[in-house]
Every structure is written in structure tokens, then in C-alpha cells.
């Protein structure tokens, strides 16, 4: 599996393929809450298995803080390392932009998923598309 900068319109349309079928099919968020107003000031990445779309998520700046948002692996591939890819792939994209912190609104249920990779809960639960979610930091450090 190797995930990529999407760089053109299929890329694109791939990474908003996973994002329908997971966020839109199988959580039942709204398709006009999936789909917003950042998607063309975000840099996306998508996770492709032998050119098969699996996995997406995107990347945008706000202030001096990275925003992580929209991660997502299809079912099958989950537990497979899929989702560490898409992370890895969009912490470097923070790093490479020279930003020291990164946050993002994790679904409860994979809260234990981002803790293993250094990310800290700093907030409440709260909802969001209906679904419960918490707001989770970390620091970037040189290299990483």
C-alpha cells in the first residue's frame, strides 16, 4: 500500500470515493456535510492498494496549526496498517510546511488509534455528523 499527495483530479476523486463509501455509506454522515467548502484549499492523500483507492484523508493549515481531517479506510483494509500510511503521509505533509503542532477531531472510537501515535485528548466529547468525537493534539518534532 502506498499513499500519495493528490495531485490531480483522479487522485482526487479517488480520495472522495473512500470518503463517501466510508463517511457517507457506512457512518450515514450527510453527503453536503462530507463534501464541504475546504476540499479545494486542503491537500489530499490518498491510500492505493495495487491502484484500488482504500483509503484517504486531508490536510489543511489554519493559523500556525496543522489540521488533520477526513481520514478514513475502507473496512476490509482495516488493521492492516492502512491508517498509520495515511497518518504518516499527512504528518509529513505538516512537517514539510514547517508547522509544530497538529490537531484533529477524532471519532471516539478511534481514539486509542491516534494516542499510539503521540496524540494527546484535549478536549470533551462532543458531536459532530452524529457521531461522538474529541479534538486531539500533537507536537511535531524535527524529523519526524
Do not use: W
Amino acid at each position: 500500500m502506498k499513499a500519495v499527495k493528490a495531485i490531480n483530479e483522479k487522485q482526487r476523486n479517488d480520495a472522495f470515493y473512500v470518503r463517501k463509501k466510508v463517511f457517507v455509506e457506512e457512518q450515514n454522515v450527510p453527503i453536503e456535510i462530507e463534501l464541504d467548502e475546504y476540499e479545494d484549499f486542503a491537500e489530499h492523500v490518498v491510500l492505493y492498494d495495487d491502484h484500488q483507492p482504500v483509503g484517504a484523508g486531508r490536510f489543511r493549515v489554519i493559523g500556525n496549526t496543522g489540521k488533520l481531517e477526513r481520514i478514513c479506510v475502507l473496512p476490509q483494509y482495516r488493521g492492516k496498517g492502512a491508517g498509520n500510511i495515511i497518518l504518516e503521509t499527512l504528518e509529513k505533509l505538516a512537517a514539510e510546511k514547517g508547522l509544530k503542532k497538529i490537531k484533529l477531531n477524532a471519532q471516539t472510537q478511534a481514539e486509542n488509534f491516534y494516542k499510539k501515535h503521540g496524540y494527546q485528548t484535549v478536549s470533551d466529547i462532543f458531536m459532530d455528523a452524529g457521531i461522538p468525537h474529541v479534538t486531539m493534539e500533537k507536537t511535531l518534532h524535527p524529523h519526524s
